[in-house]
């Protein structure tokens, strides 16, 4: 996990297929990995889910535990990729389905 621990701004959030709105998106304040661990700040609360991930598949696979809210427990499939010092991570549904790839439904990327 060494090669993602860092502090990250979070620039976009989809949920459900569609990008949350810009005044719910002010609301996340930042994302942290250290270790096993991804925090989430948002609107003055922490989010913390645990991770795993695997650079060996392409593209490389991360699978988050949230530890709290109402997907505590359940695991969220997902990829991410790592460019220019910018994290990307798309999650599946909680039912651990894994999305196929960075785009939206409609074949817009993610950001």
């Given at each position: 996990l060494t090669p993602l621990a860092g502090e990250y701004a979070v620039?976009?959030?989809?949920?459900?297929?569609?990008?949350?709105?810009?005044?719910?998106?002010?609301?996340?304040k930042g994302a942290t990995i250290r270790g096993d661990t991804l925090t989430l700040t948002l609107a003055g609360q922490e989010k913390v889910a645990k991770l795993k991930t695997d650079a060996g598949k392409t593209p490389a696979r991360i699978d988050l535990?949230?530890?709290d809210g109402p997907d505590k427990g359940k695991t969220l499939a997902g990829l991410y990729k790592l460019?220019?010092?910018?994290?990307?991570?798309?999650?599946?549904?909680?039912?651990g389905k894994r999305p196929a790839g960075f785009t939206l439904p409609d074949g817009d990327p993610l950001k």
């Amino acid at each position: 996990l060494t090669p993602l621990a860092g502090e990250y701004a979070v620039k976009s959030v989809v949920k459900g297929g569609l990008p949350l709105p810009a005044d719910v998106l002010e609301n996340f304040k930042g994302a942290t990995i250290r270790g096993d661990t991804l925090t989430l700040t948002l609107a003055g609360q922490e989010k913390v889910a645990k991770l795993k991930t695997d650079a060996g598949k392409t593209p490389a696979r991360i699978d988050l535990l949230p530890q709290d809210g109402p997907d505590k427990g359940k695991t969220l499939a997902g990829l991410y990729k790592l460019e220019k010092g910018e994290l990307t991570i798309a999650v599946g549904p909680a039912d651990g389905k894994r999305p196929a790839g960075f785009t939206l439904p409609d074949g817009d990327p993610l950001k």
